[in-house]
Structures are given as structure tokens and as C-alpha cells.
T-cell receptor, first 113, second 112 residues
Framework: GAVVSQHPSWVICKSGTSVKIECRSL??????MFWYRQFPKQSLMLMAT?????????EQGVEKDKFLINHASLTLSTLTVTSAHPEDSSFYIC?????????FGSGTRLTVV | GQQLNQSPQSMFIQEGEDVSMNCTSS?????WLWYKQDPGEGPVLLIA???AGELTSNGRLTAQFGITRKDSFLNISASIPSDVGIYFC????????????WGLGTSLAVNP
């Protein structure tokens, strides 16, 4: 079946630094990838939608200059949290779709100290 | 953003009991999806529904796409301890075929 690999699974960084999270579709071409953020005991909150080779579409309230999304190929999208602050600490999840439904990565736990 | 009404919010049951949860919306959906999320993991698809009235099973799980296209339910029969987790419904609205709308989740605890 469709597999999405997300890396790293967890990361701890200092305030002010940037962190990159990768999302790869391993056995299918992902025409669209989605990035979510999830706080404890809450549902998934869509941050942005990205299509290969074009700019990401950000949801209202999500700072595009802070959460940089790159979708350079049909199998890879990256989310970079720039100048991270403790309030950016969260669980980030990617999802990819390639005509066969939505497949999710295993998530990245980001802790900013 | 928009969210689906999912209930109950949490359930604590005895092993072997059946479980039912549902999602409702004020607008029409073309697709209903049910996911399970374990702690520290991404959601895993349990059942996908694409037609009004559709009833689909996956082992001990059964889900239905409501006739009105505004609701869906998920049943789990003969629950076991590994059913513990958070269950989410998600859907695609008519006219929007890309962005999933999510329920708030149902947290299930099973007492062995």
C-alpha cells in the first residue's frame, strides 16, 4: 500500500534556530501534500496545501514566512520552521495524496527550548 | 476552520463491548473517512466511504455513509485492548475535493 515517510520523528531545538521536516511518498507520486499541526488532545489542524512545483497555499492565520514549505518533486515535500519559538512546539504531520486516498506520515514531535 | 461534530468525545468500555461513534455536519459531503491515531503517530485509515448509504466493513469495524450525506458512523464490535486510541472522522465536502474537514476525535479506552 501507499507509504509516506516523515523524518525526523522527533527533534529538540533551541529558540531562534530553524528546523526542517521531510515528508516522502515512498511508492507513489504525491501530486498534493498537506501539512498539519496537532496540539495534545486536539484534532489535526491544516496548515498548508502544496502541489509539486508550485507555491503552497496556506490556511488563514498560518504565517507563510515562518513555516516554509517546499514541494520540489512528486515524492518530497519539506516544512521548515524558521526562527522557532517555544510556542511552535507541537506535533507536525504530513499527508500525501496521489489519487489513491490520503496517506499520513508518522508525525514529527518538535520541542523548542 | 470548519470542523465536523464528532461524538462522543470519549468512551471508557469493557473489553468485549461494542462501540459506536458518529460524525455529523450541516453541509453535504462526498467522502467520509475514518482514521485511528495512536499516541505519537500519524492517523491510519480504517474505512473510506464514497457513496450515500454505503456500508463498509473492515474486520470488526463497520462504517456507514449517511443517506443525507451529512453524517457517518463507525461501529467497533467485540472491542479488544488494542482498540485503544483516538478515532477521527474526516470528510470531503461537495465542491471541495482536496481539503479534508476533521472531527474533534473520540478517545477510546478499553478495560481488559
Amino acid at each position: 500500500g501507499a507509504v509516506v515517510s516523515q523524518h525526523p520523528s522527533w527533534v529538540i531545538c533551541k529558540s531562534g534556530t530553524s528546523v526542517k521536516i521531510e515528508c516522502r511518498s515512498l511508492d507513489f507520486q504525491a501530486t498534493t501534500m498537506f501539512w498539519y499541526r496537532q496540539f495534545p488532545k486536539q484534532s489535526l489542524m491544516l496548515m498548508a496545501t502544496s502541489n509539486e512545483g508550485s507555491k503552497a497555499t496556506y490556511e488563514q492565520g498560518v504565517e507563510k514566512d515562518k513555516f516554509l514549505i517546499n514541494h520540489a518533486s512528486l515524492t518530497l515535500s519539506t516544512l521548515t520552521v524558521t526562527s522557532a519559538h517555544p510556542e511552535d512546539s507541537s506535533f507536525y504531520i504530513c499527508s500525501a495524496t496521489g489519487g489513491n486516498g490520503y496517506t499520513f506520515g508518522s508525525g514529527t514531535r518538535l520541542t523548542v527550548v | 476552520g470548519q470542523q465536523l461534530n464528532q461524538s462522543p468525545q470519549s468512551m471508557f468500555i469493557q473489553e468485549g463491548e461494542d462501540v459506536s461513534m458518529n460524525c455529523t455536519s450541516s453541509s453535504i459531503f462526498n467522502t467520509w473517512l475514518w482514521y485511528k491515531q495512536d499516541p505519537g503517530e500519524g492517523p491510519v485509515l480504517l474505512i473510506a466511504l464514497y457513496k450515500a448509504g454505503e456500508l463498509t466493513s473492515n474486520g470488526r469495524l463497520t462504517a456507514q455513509f449517511g443517506i443525507t450525506r451529512k453524517d457517518s458512523f463507525l461501529n467497533i464490535s467485540a472491542s479488544i485492548p488494542s482498540d485503544v486510541g483516538i478515532y477521527f472522522c474526516a470528510g470531503l465536502q461537495a465542491g471541495n475535493n482536496r481539503k479534508l474537514i476533521w472531527g474533534l476525535g473520540t478517545s477510546l479506552a478499553v478495560n481488559p
